[in-house]
């Protein structure tokens, strides 16, 4: 008997997180792939007919989008690794016993909402707002020149918003570091920019692919930041996939999209990982 329960026992603590899985991811995921080969329209219903063809129309129609959203989140993420490092490697290792502080600070924008903060941002970079307008009141800005709706005023707003994302999980990776390791590394008389680059960087390497993998991932397919931030020109797939669902009830051109998307990330998390080719950042992934 005792043999059983030692046997049961693992199971059944998996089976609570087991079943919500199933029941709040697999399933819908399952029904959403269902729905992404089906025809019909709104009125007279959807019928699975194994429609591929949604899935060459999404790539066809909104290729551009698709381009788009994946450049932008991989800008983002780049860009986000460079300058939360920094951040993180101080923290972790000059941080002191201010580390609670600096972990708060960096998490405090947090306790206001995701679109409320990304709308604050829309008030502070218009042309009359309190960033521009000063400037171009003294003459160093051209009284033509604008950031909502450019490019640069969504990847800006992603970089804001994802950015303790980032920041986190490089820097419980640098806590992890034995400080006696980098100090040999300094007793043989190797450089700052060697230690960091032969030490520090690649034991932070878990904490970059899990940042990586919970920046890029939301990044390319966000549409607040798009639609709040940005214009016709900067719309990403994210806002594709809203008004086909919300808006013109084309749940299976939407479930394609959605899809496909799911698809080109996955690869590239997975091409990501085995590159990096460590078990640790396999390990810091599953975390």
Same mark, same amino acid.
């Given at each position: 008997?005792?043999?059983?329960?030692?046997?049961?026992?693992?199971?059944?603590?998996? /089976?609570?997180?087991?079943?919500w899985? /199933?029941?709040?991811?697999?399933?819908?995921m399952?029904?959403?792939?269902?729905?992404s080969?089906q025809?019909?329209?709104?009125? &007279?219903g959807?019928?699975?007919?194994? =429609?591929?063809?949604?899935?060459?129309?999404?790539?066809?129609?909104? $290729?551009?989008?698709?381009? $788009?959203?994946? +450049?932008?989140?991989? #800008?983002?993420?780049?860009?986000?690794?460079?300058m !939360?490092?920094?951040?993180?490697?101080?923290?972790?290792?000059?941080?002191?016993? $201010?580390?609670?502080?600096?972990?708060?600070? +960096?998490?405090?924008?947090?306790? +206001? !909402?995701?679109? %409320?903060?990304?709308?604050?941002? $829309?008030?502070?970079?218009?042309?009359d707002?309190?960033? %521009? =307008?000063?400037?171009?009141?003294?003459?160093?800005?051209?009284?033509?020149?604008?950031?909502?709706?450019?490019?640069?005023a969504? #990847?800006?707003?992603? #970089?804001y &918003?994802?950015?303790? @994302?980032?920041? /986190?999980? #490089?820097y419980?990776?640098?806590?992890?570091?034995?400080?006696?390791?980098?100090?040999?590394?300094r007793?043989?008389?190797?450089?700052?920019?060697?230690v960091?680059?032969? +030490?520090?960087?690649?034991?932070?390497?878990?904490?970059? @692919?899990?940042?990586?993998?919970?920046?890029?991932?939301?990044?390319?397919?966000?549409?607040? &930041?798009?639609?709040?931030?940005?214009?016709?020109?900067?719309?990403?797939?994210?806002?594709?996939v809203?008004a086909?669902?919300?808006?013109n009830?084309?749940?299976?051109?939407?479930?394609?999209?959605?899809?496909?998307?799911?698809?080109v990330?996955?690869?590239?998390? @997975?091409?990501?990982?085995?590159?990096?080719?460590?078990?640790?950042?396999?390990?810091a992934?599953?975390?």
């Open positions: 008997m005792n043999r059983v329960k030692r046997t049961l026992a693992p199971y059944l603590l998996v /089976l609570p997180g087991g079943l899985l /199933l029941l709040f991811f697999v399933v819908p399952v029904t959403m792939f269902s729905l080969l025809q019909g329209d709104i009125i &007279n959807y019928r699975f007919t194994g =429609h591929w063809q949604n899935y060459l129309d999404a790539i066809t129609d909104y $290729r551009v989008q698709l381009i $788009r959203s994946l +450049v932008y989140g991989l #800008i983002t993420t780049v860009a986000l690794i460079v !939360s490092f920094p951040v993180a490697y101080w923290i972790a290792f000059y941080g002191g016993r $201010r580390k609670p502080t600096y972990l708060f600070l +960096v998490l405090l924008p947090f306790f +206001v !909402s995701f679109v %409320l903060r990304t709308i604050s941002w $829309r008030q502070i970079l218009t042309d707002g309190m960033l %521009l =307008h000063p400037l171009k009141e003294a003459g160093l800005l051209s009284p033509g020149f604008h950031i909502l709706g450019t490019p640069y969504v #990847i800006f707003g992603l #970089i &918003n994802f950015l303790p @994302f980032m920041v /986190l999980p #490089i419980v990776a640098l806590e992890r570091i034995d400080p006696r390791v980098v100090e040999a590394a007793d043989l008389y190797a450089a700052p920019m060697t960091f680059r032969r +030490v520090v960087f690649p034991l932070a390497l878990p904490g970059v @692919f899990a940042g990586v993998l919970m920046t890029f991932v939301p990044a390319s397919s966000d549409y607040v &930041n798009s639609g709040v931030l940005g214009s016709s020109s900067t719309t990403m797939i994210g806002q594709v809203q086909q669902a919300l808006a009830s084309n749940y299976p051109m939407a479930s394609a999209l959605s899809f496909f998307l799911m698809a990330l996955l690869t590239g998390v @997975f091409a990501y990982a085995r590159v990096l080719g460590t078990e640790d950042v396999m390990n992934a599953a975390r």
